[in-house]
Antibody
């Protein structure tokens, strides 16, 4: 079955750009009908949707983050990428990638284990 | 922006009890409402989608209801493995919004 694995730097300095990758195995990012999605969970526990992309479509981003993020698909390596510019300590969180089926209508049925990101000088 | 209000934030119950968690969206109507269970150190797991459809492998003691802007998750006959944190997630016009979460604790 499809599995997702996030990877990233772990520690980022304030004002720098955070780059995360989600590797998809057991499936393809070019398979139609799925939103490939980034979510983060703050240390206090709340979940926040960052953005989503589907093959052949344009990304959608959380209105509060849209100016700072870029989400893209790499079909040659079946990866989903997230870039977040100008990070601050408020971006410290665990970052998950997930697959939302039926273009988002049927919930996020596959999740990665998450990767922790700390923003600190 | 869409606001999703989930309540209560904490719920105490005993094994065998039944509990209900509610979720209210500031915009709708929509039936694209999902519920997730999360245990410490793990990713959330999908329980219910389209407000009331049970995800694959989820026990039938979990049930979802509601439509429009008001939704509920009910768990009957609580089992020890059900004590966890639950989140609702709303989807409308290409925007996903999560509720604040409900921590279900053993009384």
């Amino acid at each position: 079955q499809v599995q997702l694995q996030e990877s990233g730097p772990g520690l980022v300095k304030p004002s720098e750009t955070l780059s995360l990758t989600c590797s998809v195995s057991g499936g393809y990012v070019s398979t139609g009908g799925y939103h490939w999605t980034w979510i983060r969970q703050f240390p206090g526990g709340g979940l926040e949707w960052i953005g989503s992309i589907f093959y052949g479509g344009r990304p959608h981003a959380n209105p509060s983050l849209t100016s700072r993020i870029t989400i893209s698909l790499d079909t040659s390596s079946d990866q989903v990428s997230l870039k977040m510019t100008s990070v601050t300590v408020a971006d410290t969180a665990k970052y998950f990638c997930a697959r939302a089926s039926h273009l988002g209508l049927n919930g996020m049925d596959v999740w990665g284990q998450g990767t922790s990101v700390v923003v600190s000088s | 922006d869409i606001q999703v209000t989930q309540s209560p934030s904490t719920l105490s119950a005993s094994v065998g009890d039944s509990v209900t968690i509610t979720c209210r969206a500031s915009q709708g109507p929509t039936n694209w409402l999902a519920w997730y269970q999360q245990k410490p150190g793990k990713a959330p797991e999908l329980l219910i989608y389209k407000a009331s459809t049970l995800a694959s492998g989820v026990p039938s003691r979990f049930g979802g209801s509601g439509s429009g802007t008001h939704f509920a998750l009910t768990i009957i006959n609580l089992q020890p493995e059900d004590f966890a944190t639950y989140y609702c997630q709303h989807y409308l016009s290409s925007v996903y919004t999560f509720g604040q979460g409900t921590k279900l604790e053993i009384k």
